[in-house]
């Protein structure tokens, strides 16, 4: 099974995600909007109106999109959740003789965005890394000056490691990018802080076209992005574009939860997209999911490769994760059938949101 389509989610609507993260993003000293890129040669290929990527590469000189999230979960875990406006307000709430230890799993960028944090305040910081990470992506995160535990484990092996180590410090934070039962306000501020690239998108979209976007596609792992993807477009009354969750085919975990109606794990196995190589959704988001997915896909690493080429001819740098938005959409428009169910016609508009550069992940 690589193909789900929910036609009721587009008339689903939701609360708006909290909006107190943009002023917080704004204030970090590298902050800008990345860019959203025209790309007519795909929307020819692909039969449909304008096509456009969002390019992650240099979010905060960081190479991916997660430290919006991560910078917002610390900044919010630090204050009490005050809902800082800067990151010296965040940095002086911290009790220097008692100072908290930042500890998460990752798959590489959300790591190293917690680590990145965790220097600018000058806390210590632990990550505990999964296997199938390339050494790249494992020395960003060393970079950093984190303490790196590498495990031969899986996704969801790590995150209980993690959950070990920070039950061990004296007074450690656990920043993990989804939820479970009993921890669930961190990963709701990291997707609270993925909204400002829809909000950017919304407005840089509007500088160059009439129409907003009709289709969304998301690179998904846990699903926190896709949730906080679902929540901006089924807040809104100004765009109501359909979303779509693009997987790779060993790591399916949100399609086949759709598909079954129940949130489900998966063994997954190995991918050039390790941002995506999940095996469980993140508990919070999976009703979002299921309400307000308009489809899911999923790929092989051949799909993605295909896709990351295809960017790179354009001058886009595209990371495996950011190129199977691509794939996933040349997926999703393959048949007639599929198109209806999007509701795409030969004047959609369509958004790529490409969410790590060739820095973040060059496995391919
Ligand atoms: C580059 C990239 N894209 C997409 C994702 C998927 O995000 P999520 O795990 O919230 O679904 C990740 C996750 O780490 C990632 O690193």
Redesign the pocket.
């Known amino acids: 099974m690589t193909w789900y389509a929910n036609p009721s989610a587009r008339n689903w609507k939701c609360d708006a995600p909290s909006s107190a993260v943009a002023k917080f993003h704004q204030s970090l000293s590298n902050y800008e909007y990345t860019p959203l890129i025209e790309l007519p040669s795909l929307a020819q290929e692909l039969g449909i109106g304008r096509v456009f990527v969002k390019d992650?590469s240099a979010r905060l000189n960081l190479a991916?999109?997660?430290v919006l999230g991560a910078s917002w979960a610390v900044a919010q875990a630090l204050t009490n959740a005050a809902q800082p406006t800067s990151l010296a307000q965040v940095a002086s709430a911290i009790d220097r003789s008692h100072p908290p230890t930042l500890v998460a799993a990752?798959?590489?960028?959300?790591g190293r965005a917690v680590a990145h944090m965790a220097k600018q305040l000058g806390l210590d910081c632990f990550i505990v890394i999964p296997r199938g990470v390339s050494e790249l992506a494992i020395n960003n995160v060393r970079g950093e000056g984190a303490h790196v535990t590498v495990l031969d484990a899986t996704y969801d092996e790590a995150v209980d490691a993690a959950k070990a180590i920070t039950a061990d410090l004296a007074n450690g934070i656990h920043i993990q990018?989804?939820s479970w039962s009993g921890y669930t306000d961190i990963p709701e501020w990291i997707i609270e802080g993925?909204t400002t690239l829809c909000c950017e998108v919304d407005e840089q979209l509007r500088e160059v076209s009439a129409y907003p976007a009709d289709l969304v596609a998301v690179?998904?792992?846990?699903?926190?992005?896709?949730?906080s993807v679902v929540a901006h477009y089924r807040s809104r009354d100004d765009s109501a574009a359909s979303v779509l969750s693009v997987e790779p085919t060993v790591a399916d975990c949100v399609l086949r939860s759709l598909a079954s109606g129940e949130l489900t794990s998966v063994d997954t196995g190995v991918t050039i997209m390790s941002?995506?190589n999940?095996g469980t959704p993140?508990s919070d988001s999976w009703p979002f999911h299921q309400a307000g997915v308009d489809a899911a896909v999923s790929l092989t690493d051949e799909q993605a490769r295909s896709a990351l080429s295809a960017l790179h001819d354009l001058d886009i740098d595209a990371?495996p994760?950011?190129a199977a938005t691509l794939a996933g959409v040349r997926a999703a428009l393959s048949t007639d059938e599929r198109r209806n169910a999007l509701g795409i016609t030969s004047d959609s508009v369509i958004v790529l949101l490409s969410?790590?550069g060739r820095a973040?992940?060059p496995q391919v």
């Open positions: 992650e991916a999109f997660k990752t798959d590489g960028n959300h990018d989804m993925y690179p998904v792992g846990v699903g926190s992005f896709l949730h941002g995506m999940c993140s990371g994760c950011g969410t790590e973040a992940n």
